[in-house]
Structure formats: C-alpha cells, structure tokens
C-alpha cells in the first residue's frame, strides 16, 4: 500500500498561485503514475492532471491547461501540481492519487492522499 500525504493549500486571491505537494511513501510498477484530483462542493470529483514519475507523459484537463503545472521529483518521491492565474473556479479539495497509467479515468487510480483544500477568493 502507497501512503500519499498532500500539502501546500490555502486561501488565494484571484491570479494568485499555489504549489501543491504530494509525497508518496513508496513507488511501484502499480504506483507508477501519479495524478490530481479535485472535488469542488456539489459537484463529483474531477481530474486535473497527470503525469508517469519518469516525467513523461504528462496530461491536463483543458480547464487548467496553461495554467497548471505537474511535476516529479523522483529523489524525494514528491509530486507537484503548480498553480498560476488562479481563478475562483478552481476552488476545491485537491487530492493525489496514484495507480499502473497516466489516465483522466478515476478507477485505476489505487491510492489516495486525504486531499488538502484550495480557495480561491474573488
């Protein structure tokens, strides 16, 4: 079992920027992408970005791409998600997870963090 702990949240204004940081105690060949997630109040969680520790292959959805960052640091186990140009919709639990593939899907994905919460201020 990969134990995940996200930290970084916090409250923002509008513009502002954040990094989120994701350190797994572990990796393994079913631990080998890494992903965020996040869950906004009423509304089903949603996928934000991925990315394999190798670093490759990283994914983003389209409403955080330009402006959000993944990244790995394989030496620390620790993953990163930079925030930029933050926008009040971008308010929500962040949660790391990981699992076998780089995928947009929410099952493949084994472990999950506790998740750390974002809030974005007009």
């Known amino acids: 079992q990969v134990q995940l702990v996200e930290s970084g949240g916090g409250l923002v204004q509008a513009g502002g920027s954040l990094r989120l940081s994701c350190a797994a105690s572990?990796?393994?060949?079913?631990?080998?992408?890494m992903a965020w997630f996040r869950q906004a109040p009423g509304k089903e969680r949603e996928f934000v970005a991925a990315?394999?520790?190798?670093?490759?292959?990283?994914n983003y959805a389209n409403s955080v791409k330009g402006r959000f960052t993944i990244s790995t640091d394989n030496a620390k186990n620790t993953v990163y998600l930079q925030m930029n140009s933050l926008k009040p919709e971008d308010t929500a639990v962040y949660y790391c997870?990981?699992?076998?593939?780089?995928?947009?899907?929410?099952?493949?994905?084994?472990?999950w963090g506790q998740g750390t919460q974002v809030t974005v201020s007009s």
């Open positions: 997870a990981s699992g076998p593939v780089v995928t947009t899907a929410f099952a493949p994905y084994r472990n």
């Open positions: 572990k990796r393994t060949f079913r631990s080998n992408a």
């Open positions: 990315i394999y520790w190798g670093g490759d292959s990283a």
